[in-house]
């Protein structure tokens, strides 16, 4: 079952940058925190959250394989592609010495609640099919 795809991928992407956004703007309200790079900081939530969607909706893809060696092979790969860009970045311009652990944090809480949410609706929707074939049979 697919519950990401070329129809509504956008469409999720906005919501999960939205909420990202919105979370990051609270947070630094909260803290009194003053984004300097705001911009960039803006442009790069919208890269991981486009980035996050697409991993996330490879699940179709991986549904043959064991289901915790996929979701913990989804993270990683959203990690390492993180890391990468900022190992990138770091050839051409100045990075923060804790850029590594910021966006570790940065990314994985957001992560791990979309992949949550992403999970608790795709086990949801198989049960409804369950059920639907149930009263078929």
Known sequence: MKLINKNNFISIVCVTFTLIVCGKLILEKVTGYLDKNYTENIFICLGISILATFILSLHYYLQRFPFIPVVIGQYLVLIGFVFLGIWIL????????????????????PYVIGAVVYYISFFLEIKKANEVFQKLS
């Open 90 to 109: 770091g050839r051409f311009t100045e990075t923060s010495p804790s850029a590594y652990h910021d966006m570790f944090v940065s990314v994985t809480i």
